[in-house]
């Protein structure tokens, strides 16, 4: 049985953890408010804005330059994670689904390029060369619209100058704080859904001034970076979700572990109380004799 000193040291080591996790987990929680607040309401926004931008494609089939389909040579993947651990297996899962999406590209000889958003990716795929593009770690600091916008523009202009035939994006889609799901959505070319095409689906209650193609060549870039806004909030969502869950779980398990070092440590002192007694008593005995 471990001596006193060592289970106090231990006790106290947990007690200090305890703290920490307990602290982190209640910042993490204000941050996750905030981010499912954000979330939740820029959704409705992209789904309507998606739907009025769908319906123009499918009624005239318009086409602009972020609609070009093209033989796919070159595939970058714009994978979003986080600059900071202690969020379970949030990092590690879009690690996971990027390097399967990498594999897949190289398997058909496909020239793959990585752009990352978040240290723990970027320290990930840095080490990888042949493929590593940039990374904007900074942003998810501060993630304005603003900023996030200047990432999107870049991603676009790249794929209208034909550097990139298809863009990706792989990131944490926000359901709940316990669970994520990790996404892969294709951001380029513009998807028209075939499905809506069939059946002659429109948007007949809108008026479009000057014409449709015009205001389709508008909004499409406007489109495409609230879509890019709206997965970064997803990711943040998710992060500050997964970090809180981990640190309650931490804190959790802390508390039971102070409980089975507590009960090891009354067992020691009473132990040694004990054979203190009969030291005692031994003595006593050895003196009447």
Excluded: W
Aim: net charge positive; hydrophobic share 40%; proline share 2%.
């Amino acid at each position: 049985m471990a001596n006193l000193k060592e289970v106090r040291t231990r006790i106290a080591s947990v007690s200090s953890t305890q703290q920490i996790t307990s602290a982190m987990k209640m910042v993490s929680a204000a941050k996750f408010r905030r981010a499912q607040n954000a979330i939740l309401g820029m959704r409705p926004y992209a789904k309507e804005f998606n739907a009025i931008v769908e319906g123009i494609d499918v009624a005239d089939g318009v086409q602009t330059p972020y609609h070009a389909e093209r033989r796919v040579e070159n595939v970058l993947l714009v994978v979003v994670a986080s600059n900071k651990g202690l969020c379970g297996a949030f990092n590690a899962n879009v690690m996971k689904a990027a390097s399967a999406r990498i594999e897949y590209y190289q398997q058909q000889n496909i020239a793959v390029k990585v752009l990352t958003m978040g240290k723990r990716a970027s320290e990930s795929f840095a080490k990888r060369k042949d493929i590593f593009l940039r990374a904007y770690d900074d942003v998810l600091d501060a993630p304005s619209f603003d900023a996030v916008c200047e990432i999107a523009e870049q991603v676009m202009k790249s794929f209208c100058d034909k550097r990139f035939d298809r863009v990706e994006m792989i990131y944490n889609e926000f359901k709940n704080s316990l669970t994520q799901i990790v996404a892969t959505e294709q951001f380029l070319p513009v998807q028209v859904r075939q499905g809506d095409a069939a059946h002659g689906k429109s948007n007949d209650d809108f008026i479009y001034e000057p014409n449709k193609q015009t205001v389709l060549h508008h909004m499409i870039p406007l489109m495409l970076r609230s879509q890019f806004y709206r997965m970064v909030l997803d990711s943040l969502a998710s992060e500050h979700g997964a970090r809180m869950t981990a640190m309650q779980k931490a804190t959790d398990n802390a508390t039971e572990l102070l409980k089975d070092l507590k009960l090891t440590y009354n067992k020691a002192r009473q132990a040694a109380i004990t054979n203190e007694i009969i030291e005692i008593v031994s003595g006593s005995e050895a003196l009447k004799n």
